[in-house]
């Protein structure tokens, strides 16, 4: 089951909010369905139980005579359920029930905050989509109806919200990308309990990037390391080979001997190593002196 379908499962779970504001939850289906209008009125959905709560309250409400019907249509795997108002007579008895002329947003039907809240969740059951968290976080409704783009967009921004509105491929689309938005929606409209899941994968996707980012910042300094380290047995070999271990001055001879002993071990461990122990930097200071011989060895300078 994908997440969007957890959401609408949610919203319709959540009788107290489109019982109690059934006109104003009706109207987000009906008027952000696929046509809303005297000619053709009807919501298209992958869900059925969205499908007939549609008729449910269109009917109840505008006290329909005639039918709506519910047809289903599979293609490519996928199931959809469209469902109309098949009248002109009923068709128009809603929109008069709605007050609708023409495209636009009528605010006569959503007097309080609350009654914004039950249109936003019954225009998410017609016209939304909400991405699986563990890919990505993108919550987007896809206004039908260009003229409708900035009704819905400045109703969200009077709830406290940032929509991006954009007509993609001649398609108007309100949407959020920013996860704490998308979690706030989710609430907002009746689906408390499945945005704090969104949340939780949010900090379990967050660990694992920190630790991910961690990780990978000690391989790169191990790396480092046993880089540098593999260097210096190369030049202490070199000094040996070349001139013997009594060419090296006594200090420098008892860290070289360590070196090869520990070829493994960071800067810190040699200098606690040594008697008496040497400060990381000393310990690096002595290993770059190490390193100038051998590098005058193979230019093939004369070593005093």
């Known amino acids: 089951m994908s997440f969007a379908w957890q959401y609408k499962d949610a919203i319709m779970d959540n009788k107290v909010l489109w019982t109690k504001h059934k006109q104003a939850f009706a ?3 009906l008027l952000l369905g696929r046509r809303f209008d005297g000619e053709r009125m009807e919501m298209v959905t992958e869900h059925q139980g969205a499908a007939r ?3 449910d309250l269109v009917s109840s409400l505008a006290g329909l005579r005639g039918s709506i019907t519910i047809t289903s249509r599979t293609r490519g795997g996928r199931e959809t359920f469209t469902v109309k108002v098949d009248t002109v007579t009923d068709r128009k008895r809603v929109l008069e029930r709605f007050g609708q002329e023409g495209d636009r947003l009528n605010r006569e039907n959503l007097p309080g905050e609350e009654d914004l809240r039950a249109f936003v969740a019954g225009a998410f059951l017609s016209c939304g989509n909400l991405n699986d968290p563990q890919k990505s976080y993108r919550l987007e409704f896809v206004i039908p109806r260009e003229g409708l783009l900035g009704d819905f967009g400045q109703l969200l921004q009077e709830l406290g919200f940032s ?5 993609r491929r001649g398609v108007p689309t309100v949407y959020f990308r920013d996860s704490e938005e998308v979690a706030d929606l989710m609430t907002l409209t009746g689906a408390g309990r499945l945005s704090l899941e969104l949340v939780e994968v949010k900090i379990l996707k967050e660990m694992r990037n920190r630790t991910n980012r961690v990780t990978n910042c000690d391989f790169a300094n191990l790396d480092k390391t046993i880089n ?3 260097a210096q047995v190369e030049q ?33 461990d040699l200098g606690e190593m040594m008697d008496p122990p040497l400060s990381r930097s000393g310990v690096n200071h002595r290993l770059k002196r190490i390193e100038a011989i051998a590098r005058g ?6 070593i005093e």
Not at 239 to 266: F, M, Q, T, W
Not at 297 to 302: H, P, S, T, Y
């Open 297 to 302: 060895i193979a230019q093939g300078e004369e």
């Open 236 to 268: 202490i070999r070199l000094i040996y080979d070349r001139l013997g271990e009594e060419a090296l001055p006594e200090e420098l001879r008892a860290l070289a001997a360590l070196r090869l002993e520990n070829p493994e071990a960071s800067l810190r």
């Open 163 to 167: 929509p991006r509105l954009t007509i």
């Open 53 to 55: 709560l549609y008729a």
């Open 27 to 29: 109207y987000g289906m």
């Open 228 to 230: 540098a380290a593999a």
